[in-house]
């Protein structure tokens, strides 16, 4: 694992080494995990995530010419383009860039080119939004090259729109927000509809651990059509229930429409009604400093989101499954999208030594890969870092 503080200084000497000076900037923005509400974004419901301290970095210098060169070490490539042509093209990293610069520009903002440097340690296709960590830092450095503010909650917006309308995933609010406006220390209580924040820490003497299978689907983990077959039968379950969003419905309002809905729709929405109410309780409890409930909320939302959403995998169930029976584990479930990629774990921190090397050890015995886990504090959103 390469430390935060390392990739700052790594990408910064390298910048100097390609182009000869060092970058007039440095920013960063991180990933995320959620630690409960899954799938209840784009239902206007609640999301519990936290920024970690895994993130994208960006050095970068302005040019004047209105072309951004992005040299991307991770996928060791170099892509160029025009801000006053800006056309899509092949899926990849660039990609992200293109559409944020596309939504500034419709903004009005008067963008500024770059050369630019970029590496991440947020796993790809890993379901810790490393997607969203390139669009905010993206983002960041385009405002900081304009002279514009810095608004996170409206540039998580804007970013939204880039990954809806230019990527093509029709992901929701969270990935982007999160990234934009995490807080050190604090995990945040996130109204998808209204866009409130609230902030909660750890309960005291606990640390999350996010464990990633080495499962993937590809680039991006659910682009494809599962993602948004999920959105598409939650959104039919709120027409035939007659509300805006899952979001206004109660239990007992579903319990009464059951008849009206399909055996698989009838599960989708059940999953989203009953996760807002888990989430929502899961914030009371870590302000109450009660990881024992944090983490039986957190047990039955895997339950609810592998048999209700089927959105988990032999390998995510194993892991959440594992590590549930490991002595100093309050609970565990996977997080993300789903189908591939990482759980998510609230322990004791007396005992994150063996946790993570008996999980470690028993899911490469059940599944035959060998996982990476990575214990991860609460961090803060996208800034300017030199």
Not at 30 to 57: C, K, Q, S
Not at 94 to 108: D, R
Request: charged fraction near 25%.
């Amino acid at each position: 694992m390469v430390e935060t503080i390392d990739l700052q200084q790594f990408i910064r000497d390298v910048f100097q080494s390609k182009f000869g000076s060092p970058p007039a900037l440095v920013a960063k923005a991180p990933g995320r995990v959620n630690l409960i509400g899954e799938h209840t974004d784009y239902n206007d419901g609640f999301v519990l995530p936290m920024a970690i301290d895994r993130a994208i970095w960006m050095a970068v210098s302005p040019r004047d010419d209105r072309r951004v060169v992005l040299h991307s070490l991770d996928f060791d490539r170099v892509d160029e383009f025009s801000l006053d042509d800006i056309q899509k093209g092949d899926l990849g990293p660039v990609e992200y860039v293109k559409g944020i610069a596309h939504f500034l520009k419709e903004t009005g903002l008067d963008l500024v080119g770059f050369d630019g440097m970029m590496k991440g340690n947020v796993p790809v296709g890993a379901g810790l939004s490393s997607s969203a960590a390139l669009e905010m830092v993206t983002a960041r450095v385009f405002t900081a090259l304009s002279g514009a503010p810095w608004d996170p909650v409206a540039m998580a917006k804007l970013a939204q729109r880039a990954e809806n309308q230019w990527v093509g995933m029709n992901c929701g609010i969270m990935d982007q927000l999160i990234s934009a406006a995490g807080q050190e220390g604090r995990a945040l209580l996130i109204d998808c509809r209204s866009l409130e924040l609230k902030q909660t820490p750890l309960p005291t003497g606990t640390v999350v651990v996010v464990m990633d299978t080495n499962t993937r689907r590809g680039e991006h983990g659910h682009m494809d059509s599962a993602y948004n077959e999920r959105r598409e039968q939650c959104e039919e379950a709120a027409r035939i229930i007659g509300v805006p969003a899952l979001r206004d419905v109660s239990m007992a309002q579903l319990e009464a429409s059951k008849d009206r809905l399909s055996d698989v729709t009838y599960r989708r929405a059940r999953h989203v009604v009953s996760e807002d109410e888990r989430t929502l309780k899961a914030y009371d409890v870590m302000l109450a400093d009660d990881p024992a409930a944090l983490g039986r909320l957190m047990n039955e939302a895997h339950t609810s989101i592998s048999d209700d959403f089927e959105v988990s995998s032999k390998a995510l169930d194993a892991m959440a499954e594992i590590a549930q029976a490991q002595p100093g584990c309050f609970g565990a479930r996977m997080t993300g999208g789903g189908f591939a990629g990482c759980a998510v774990a609230l322990i004791d921190e007396k005992v994150v030594e063996a946790f993570t090397a008996d999980v470690a050890r028993l899911y490469e015995e059940q599944i035959g890969i060998e996982p990476q886990l990575y214990v991860c504090r609460a961090s803060a959103g996208a800034g300017i870092v030199e």
